[in-house]
């Protein structure tokens, strides 16, 4: 069974019933990512349990790779899977990491709580927040750098928890990231239309409000970042891809940066589609990931 082609709350239910389907793929573990590209042999993994809000452990993996040259830079980063699904063994995290780790980036890859009917913003985005704070109060022990060295970053959904959570930093008084990278990311409520207005009858408006909670919480400006003011964002990578029909966000909020006196750099990369760093072989998927290492590493 193909659970995108079932209806929102079959799928929730489903996930919450049985958990998510195993990804059928199998040669995107560890073991077989090594085996398929060589360069990735060095990078060490460790699983780490983060206390979280309400209780809750946050999973995350620690990436170091000490045989590569350091960028001086590291990275906390967040999956997507549109807020219901995703997990640290998906290409999205474990891939994306240990190609990363292997540049000399050292990355924490952390998890986050779904919104399966009962959970909703600002849940997943307190899971990041916990994260992100526990990367920063251990970076020369995790990283082997500074805390005014360490970035935040996401793709998808992940994208847009790790976009809010800059944006509750920076609105909070806090210590924020050194740099942001966001792939593909979903920064308003309605992605198509890089708007906050809702089409009712939209899968994409159902993801949102299941998101949120309510059509009133979709306005908010940590749940949807490009809905608040740009001043005050760290510098920012925003990857987009030419035939994702969610790139209008992305690029939307690329023009709000910049018109903010943001430094930010939009890489739009051709030939690919929503999801495709979640494809090892995509042959775009290899060119966002030197994207992110590029940029990452031109940082002062």
């Not at 009962?118 to 920063?136: C, K, M, N």
């Not at 060295?149 to 920076?170: C, D, F, I, Y």
């Amino acid at each position: 069974m193909d659970f995108r082609t079932l209806p929102l709350p079959e799928v929730l239910r489903l996930f919450r019933e049985r958990g998510e389907p195993a990804d059928p793929r199998p040669d995107v573990d560890t073991a077989s990512l090594k085996r398929r590209f060589p360069r990735l042999a060095g990078v060490e993994t460790a699983d780490l349990r983060i206390d979280g809000p309400r209780g809750r452990v946050v999973p995350a993996r620690l990436y170091r790779d000490a045989s590569a040259a350091a960028s001086g830079h590291a990275l906390v980063w967040a999956h997507g899977g549109a807020f219901i699904g995703g997990h640290l063994d998906m290409p999205e995290s474990n891939w994306v990491a240990l190609e990363l780790a292997a540049r000399g980036i050292p990355v924490l890859a952390v998890d986050y709580v779904k919104c399966l009917g009962d959970v909703h913003f600002p849940e997943p985005s307190d899971d990041v927040l916990a994260g992100w704070r526990y990367a920063l109060a251990n970076a020369v022990e995790l990283f082997g750098v500074s805390s005014s060295a360490v970035m935040l970053g996401g793709a998808s959904a992940g994208g847009n928890l790790t976009a809010g959570a800059a944006a509750r930093l920076r609105d909070a008084g806090e210590h924020g990231p050194a740099g942001l990278v966001l792939v593909y990311p979903v920064v308003h409520p309605n992605g198509l239309d890089a708007s906050a207005d809702l089409h009712p009858d939209s899968p994409h408006t159902a993801l949102t409000l299941n998101f949120t909670g309510s059509p009133e919480a979709a306005l908010d400006p940590h749940a949807f970042a490009a809905l608040g003011r740009a001043e005050g964002f760290p510098p920012t990578l925003i990857v987009v891809c030419e035939h994702d029909v969610l790139r209008p966000s992305g690029e939307s909020f690329a023009r709000q940066l910049d018109d903010a006196g943001v430094d930010v750099q939009l890489h739009l990369e051709a030939a690919a589609d929503h999801g495709h760093i979640n494809e090892p072989s995509d042959p775009t998927a290899l060119l966002t990931v030197q994207a992110i290492a590029n940029w990452i590493r031109e940082r002062e």
